[in-house]
């Protein structure tokens, strides 16, 4: 895969939005060229087209075809779940996650209680369930502000612990880092945008859904055709094939590449960077006392050194008081020590 953007900059904002390799806007050239010269006949195959997206994601992800459902972004595809489940659900958010999670939480009048980020965040989520006793727990698997990262492993216990609880995880930040399978998880319903890490650019998304799980907490749970409603509720009208199909191309050019050479490849840049940062007393004391960390980290850093960064190409994301950056497989050990001659 070639990214024009990694060659031009030195790119640490795939947090921020994920850059397109030019194998995808080749295809999305040839797409569009098809729509110019054939209209309406374009879109014959329409419905086998989107069932070929359904099935590359569920190929990529290891889950059920069936409870793959395509949806426009993260945003979209959690408030359209809210809108079925019952309105009595307590919902357990973590505190200054994703402002979709809680806004539309909040929104949509369920009770809600927080849990405080600390560096000793799965503990405090465990001991908030057992004392606010949560029907849902809804959180990112890795924060966007500073990289906190949920292990996988950390959702098998919570459901040991609490097998009726509903797991609902944006994947946004984590879908495309790392090997996801997630049939064999403990999450019950991801959903994720693909603008970011799975490069696909904008409007389109996915919501996994596990079978029998979800319908214990509908609004009205004696459906028959559980399947049918789902999809009238996630994909009503037309689905747009140039969204869905770049995303489709990008996990299939993922696939090619390996999806464990890239995890190997941020997991080794990840490592290297929040010894550094360690090292510059750049991290807060939430991240640096964490044994596992995803590649997303927020540094202290004012507005003008933000500026001085984006001066000398380093393309990054003012978040809060501080810097975000994210490092991605195409990212270089020799360029974290380039960003880091700024900060002394």
């Keep these: 895969m070639n990214f024009p953007i990694s060659e031009k900059y030195?790119?640490?904002?795939?947090?921020?939005?994920g850059g397109m390799c030019q194998?995808?806007?080749?295809?999305?050239?040839?797409?569009d060229n098809l729509f110019l010269n054939k209209g309406s006949q374009f879109r014959l195959n329409n419905d086998d087209f989107v069932d070929e997206v359904r099935k590359g994601v569920a190929n990529f992800f290891n889950s059920q075809k069936n409870y793959v459902f395509l949806t426009n972004s993260f945003s979209v595809g959690f408030n359209s779940l809210l809108s079925i489940l019952n309105p009595n659900l307590k919902f357990l958010l973590i505190k200054d996650d994703y402002p979709s999670i809680i806004d539309q939480v909040k929104s949509n009048r369920f009770k809600h209680d927080f849990v405080e980020k600390t560096f000793d965040l799965e503990e405090k989520i465990i001991e908030k369930i057992e004392i606010y006793k949560p029907?849902?727990?809804?959180?990112?698997?890795?924060?966007?502000?500073?990289?906190?990262?949920l292990d996988l492993n950390f959702f098998n216990k919570i459901k040991r612990k609490f097998p009726k609880l509903l797991i609902i995880v944006d994947g946004?930040?984590?879908?495309g880092t790392k090997f996801f399978d997630f049939n064999t998880s403990s999450i019950d319903v991801l959903i994720s945008s693909g603008y970011k890490w799975l490069f696909s650019g904008y409007g389109n998304g996915f919501v996994?859904?596990?079978?029998?799980?979800?319908?214990?907490?509908?609004?009205?749970n004696d459906r028959k055709n559980i399947e049918d409603f789902l999809y009238r509720?996630?994909?009503?009208?037309?689905?747009?094939?140039?969204?869905?199909g770049s995303l489709l191309f990008s996990i299939n050019k993922i696939s090619d590449f390996g999806?464990?050479?890239?995890?190997?490849?941020i997991n080794t840049l990840a490592d290297y960077a929040k010894q550094k940062f360690i090292d510059y007393n750049l991290l807060d004391f939430q991240v640096?006392?964490?044994?596992k960390h995803s590649n997303i980290f927020h540094l202290k850093g004012s507005d003008s050194l933000y500026d001085k960064l984006i001066q000398n190409q380093i393309i990054c994301s003012r978040r809060g008081s501080g810097i975000r950056v994210s490092f991605n497989f195409y990212n270089k050990k020799k360029q974290i020590d380039f960003l880091l001659k700024f900060f002394k």
Excluded: M
Aim: hydrophobic content about 40%; aromatic content about 14%.
């Design 288 to 291: 640096k006392n964490r044994k």
């Design 259 to 265: 999806i464990d050479k890239i995890e190997n490849r």
């Design 233 to 244: 509720t996630f994909e009503p009208g037309n689905l747009d094939t140039l969204s869905f």
């Design 10 to 17: 030195i790119y640490f904002d795939s947090a921020r939005s």
């Design 172 to 175: 946004t930040q984590f879908c």
């Design 208 to 220: 996994l859904i596990k079978k029998n799980f979800l319908k214990n907490f509908l609004k009205n």
């Design 23 to 31: 194998e995808l806007l080749s295809w999305r050239k040839k797409h």
């Design 135 to 149: 029907q849902v727990l809804a959180l990112s698997i890795v924060q966007y502000l500073n990289g906190v990262y």
